[in-house]
Each structure stands twice: as C-alpha cells, then as structure tokens.
C-alpha cells in the first residue's frame, strides 16, 4: 500500500526557509517520479518539482527555480523540499505525489499522479 507523509511545513516571514519532507512506503522507492504540488486557497493545485526515482534528475517549475530543491534520501526513503528566500505568493498547502511512470511530457501535471499525500500548510508572511 503506497503512503506519502508530509511533514515540515509552518509559519515563515518572508525571506525566510523552510525544509518540507515526504515519508514514502509501499513501493521500490528508486522508481517511478515524485513531485511537490501546491494549492493556495480557492487556486488549483500546481506544480513546484519532481524527482525521478531512478536517476535523480529534477524538474522545477519557474516560478521557484533557483529559490527550491528536491532532493531524495534512499536510505530513509524520503523526499524533501528545501524552500529558501521565501516569498508570501508560496503561502499554499504543499502535497507529495507519487506515479508509476515518468513522463518528460506530463511530469507537471497534478491529473497523472496516482498517490498523495494529506499534506502541510505553509504560511509565509510579509
């Protein structure tokens, strides 16, 4: 049985960092992709960056490149986010997702993802 558990998030100024993590369980944990997604109040959920489960590479969406990381621990079969230079816009609830399948094509798009997380609120203020 596949879980995703978030942990991590909080109350931030502006500026500030913050490191979101996402437990996984229930697969081969170097498969497949994992992605961050957020979702501000009344927005839709969208996309922030993904990790391949085979090769590690990353994907961001522009919006936080260069300002956030994904990055894996095999070991602890873990995925983190690491958020730095904060900005009030990144106030959402930030979900962990996880598909089978990688796809160049579709890695940002929340519709493919079959796991998720319950996710973890994070509030930054100005």
């Known amino acids: 049985q596949v879980q995703l558990v978030e942990s991590g998030g909080g109350l931030v100024q502006a500026g500030g960092s913050l490191r979101l993590s996402c437990a996984a369980s229930?697969?081969?944990?170097?498969?497949?992709?994992i992605a961050w997604f957020r979702q501000a109040p009344g927005k839709e959920r969208l996309f922030v960056a993904a990790?391949?489960?085979?090769?590690?590479?990353?994907f961001y969406a522009d919006s936080v490149r260069g300002r956030f990381t994904i990055s894996r621990d095999n070991v602890k079969n873990t995925v983190y986010l690491q958020m730095n230079s904060l900005k009030p816009d990144d106030t959402a609830v930030y979900y962990c997702?996880?598909?089978?399948?990688?796809?160049?094509?579709?890695?940002?798009?929340?519709?493919?993802?079959?796991?998720w997380g319950q996710g973890t609120q994070v509030t930054v203020s100005s």
């Open positions: 229930g697969w081969t944990f170097t498969s497949g992709l």
């Open positions: 990790i391949i489960g085979s090769s590690s590479g990353t």
């Open positions: 997702a996880y598909r089978q399948t990688f796809s160049s094509v579709t890695y940002s798009e929340a519709a493919r993802y079959d796991y």
